[in-house]
């Protein structure tokens, strides 16, 4: 006798495989992070890559739930990073919206995305501002309005005085030496016989007018940096200049190559690979220093 069944007729019948653990990690994760988007986001690849929605879930467990950085700090790498890259709005807007659920205030999300005008400059900037405006109009419960930074001491000036353009130079050039140190020395040195005029900008503009801003410190400054740095892709010595600086002012080796790790899910592992790389060097460095 011939046998006319089809494997879908032999096949047993009985509720679907239950995801495994990795996979609820990631879903616990990944909603704690997106609220009620998460549903939306997987909804929408279901159509047409349900093997990436399952990716991604698992990226949160495999990534998220790593020790080294809270959730709160990784939402502000991915704010910096993308805010950079310039080129994934919606994906930004679903990491303010993340930043928000996890507990990242307002203030924290606008002052890592004016952050990003030093890397990636102010087209950037303005666009990552306006995404976080329509996500904090979206948020009924949330009740924040912007206060402008205090203008910086102008110390021995009186303080009714305005901050001369030499005192604002020393401010930033005394910010660069705490931050970055000999690497953010080199930087000017190698500067001064070639465009001196634009190492004043960078120690003004950079250091004066942005790091010494209120909102984020310096230690979340500089994870938010290495993590554009990163992802950006373009800026080795850069970002080996702000590793130095991320350890410098209390950042871990940990929290560094938990930053670049984060990065390979939005920039790529090559990207990742290669911050990986400029992290082994300045280690290396450190280590031959006895830092």
Known sequence: MTDTASPSDSAPVGPEPRPDARYDRGLALLTQVGGENTARVLAGMADIAPDLARLTVEFYADIYSRPGLTLPQRQILNIAALTALGTAAPQLRLH?????????????????????????GFPAALNGLGVAKAAFADRTDLDW?????????????PADEPETAEQRYARGLAALQAIDGQA?????????????DFARLLVEFSFADIYSRPGLDLKTRELATVAACTALGTAAAQLRVHLHGLLNVGGT??????????????????AA????????EVFAERDAAGE
């Open 96 to 120: 303010i919206d993340g930043a928000l659920n996890v507990g990242v205030t307002p203030t924290e999300i606008v002052e890592a995305i004016i952050h990003m005008t030093v890397y990636a």
């Open 145 to 157: 309005s912007p206060v402008p930074a205090p203008a910086p001491a102008a110390a021995p000036a």
């Open 184 to 196: 953010g020395e080199r930087v000017l040195a190698a500067l001064a016989p070639v465009a001196p």
């Open 253 to 270: 080796r940990e929290e560094a190559v938990e930053t670049i790790m984060q990065m390979a899910g939005y920039a790529g592992f090559p």
């Open 273 to 280: 690979l290669n911050g990986i790389a400029a992290a082994r």
